[in-house]
């Protein structure tokens, strides 16, 4: 007896999928928040935006660490999954407008939880209601 097996994801075809996009804050959670991403990624088929959010006046260590945090995160989800088109952007301040005016252009928003982070980002994309947006827990 086989046992065939059945691909969920799409291949990713230009202009014809909107963008997953991550947003990722140096709070912990940018591993998490980027592995839900690459999984809706693969199974839409569609190209995957990583936006790092930074506060407003970090020193250039400061910066450097929160680099390394967000981008590691975002690179280990990755890991073991080819052809998956993807880009890193920089959000400084406040990510919620940059979310908002993406929700025309994605396929889906993905972000921590609102009630954790402090940032409304969550609420305020799924107001604009153009897009899902998912909501990514602490994992404790």
Do not use: K, W
């Amino acid at each position: 007896m086989s046992i065939d097996h059945v691909r969920t994801e799409l291949r990713y075809v230009p202009g014809l999928s909107g963008d997953v996009v991550a947003c990722l804050h140096n709070d912990g959670r940018a591993e998490s928040i980027a592995t839900v991403a690459v999984a809706e990624a693969r199974r839409r088929g569609a190209r995957l935006r990583f936006l790092q959010v930074v506060q407003d006046g970090l020193t250039p260590d400061e910066r450097a660490d929160a680099d390394q945090s967000t981008f590691r995160g975002a690179v280990r989800a990755l890991r073991g999954f080819r052809g998956i088109p993807c880009r890193f952007e920089l959000v400084t301040g406040d990510p919620t407008p940059v979310l908002v005016d993406l929700t025309g252009r994605a396929s889906v928003i993905i972000v921590g939880d609102d009630v954790e982070t402090g940032v409304p980002a969550a609420a305020a994309c799924r107001a604009a209601g153009r897009c899902p947006v998912i909501s990514v827990p602490v994992l404790a």
